[in-house]
């Protein structure tokens, strides 16, 4: 979720603990700075595009530095309110965040809840990085908790609740869209369909078709299906495959996304492997691709990182 969303819910969590939302409350001031702190991870663009997006959502959003985090924030409160109790702000301030790791789930980006043990992005593949619905609730939420004060425990239960409501009520529909794509598509396994939340479009879903000839993606939008692309599929005992596969790129996609694919082309005589990420659609293209090109001889000669390519990106070129 994006970092409002993360602080909002921050917030009504502090309420729970039957502190007023004020500035000037340790508790709420953990308990939100909390949900918030993991994405200073932003910090990583300093060195570029590709560095942040390899970091955003790593270790930071960890179970392991959302504790520390929390041990960090938390005791510098206690120091501004020594009056207070250090055990009760660092509780709260864990919970926010671990909120916000929790939350992070939510959405195709994922976040590598057990880093350094295991450097995957678990997801849940629900929503999209910020969702009006639940933006929406916890808006209403906080703006009647300030107005409402003696309320805030109940307005904030309420969000909770109303949110958890629609998010079940979006996976349940994720579910029912699967089964009527499989039907349409005539597709008997369900490890060869994937849908996800739609990139720009929060009330729809993309999908992702597997079979041993190619890869089809496409879109639901009012219930009607359309694909978009279909890709061949490649053959991974190719030799300049073989080679691309051992090459930064691929290590960066291999981390980056659990939903790519790889194709190799040949455009005057330069032979091209083609990485994309399938997660997110940018009107024409795929929002994150690369490409290696290759030698004649089958190795590598250059690996570049594209992020919205369609739109005349430079693309970052891999160094070593």
Same mark, same amino acid.
């Given at each position: ?10 917030? +009504? ?32 663009y300093v060195k570029?595009?590709?560095? %942040? ?15 520390g985090m929390a ?6 409160? %206690?120091?501004?309110?020594?009056? &207070? ?59 009647? &908790? ?51 939340? +739609? ?30 692309? &279909? ?12 080679? +691309? ?6 290590? @960066? ?46 190795? @590598? ?20």
């Amino acid at each position: 979720m994006d970092p409002v969303t993360h602080g909002l819910i921050g917030a +009504a969590l502090s309420t729970f603990s039957g502190h007023p939302i004020q500035i000037n409350d340790p508790v709420f001031l953990g308990c939100t700075l909390g949900a918030m702190l993991p994405d200073l991870d932003i910090v990583t663009y300093v060195k570029g595009r590709l560095n %942040y997006l390899m970091k955003h959502r790593g270790a930071s959003h960890s179970f392991l530095a959302l504790g520390g985090m929390a041990l960090g924030l938390g005791s510098l409160i %206690y120091a501004i309110y020594p009056t &207070s109790s250090w055990a009760t702000i660092i509780l709260w301030t864990l919970i926010g965040t671990l909120s916000h790791g929790l939350s992070d789930l939510l959405n195709s980006y994922g976040a590598e809840l057990f880093w350094p043990f295991l450097r995957k992005k678990y997801t849940v593949d629900m929503i999209i990085v910020t969702d009006p619905i639940v933006l929406g609730m916890f808006i209403v939420s906080l703006l009647f &908790s300030i107005a409402h004060p003696d309320l805030a425990t109940k307005s904030s239960l309420t969000a909770f609740i109303l949110s958890s409501g629609y998010l079940f009520y979006r996976e349940t529909y994720r579910i029912k869209t699967r089964n009527k794509l499989m039907q349409k598509f005539n597709i008997t396994d369900k490890s060869q369909i994937k849908v996800l939340p +739609a990139m720009y479009k929060p009330f729809s879903w993309s999908f992702l078709l597997f079979s041993q000839k190619e890869i089809r993606y496409g879109m639901v939008i009012e219930d009607k299906a359309q694909i978009l692309i &279909s890709l061949p599929s490649c053959d991974y005992n190719d030799p300049s495959i073989v080679n +691309a596969m051992e090459g930064g790129l691929a290590e @960066i996609f291999n981390q980056f996304t659990p939903y790519y694919h790889v194709l190799l082309k040949k455009e005057e005589n330069q032979l091209k492997v083609e990485f994309r990420d399938l997660r997110y659609w940018d009107r024409e293209d795929f929002l994150y691709t690369g490409e290696v090109l290759m030698l004649p001889d089958g190795q @590598i000669a250059e690996e570049t990182f594209y992020s919205f390519k369609r739109r005349n990106s430079t693309g970052i070129v891999l160094e070593y």
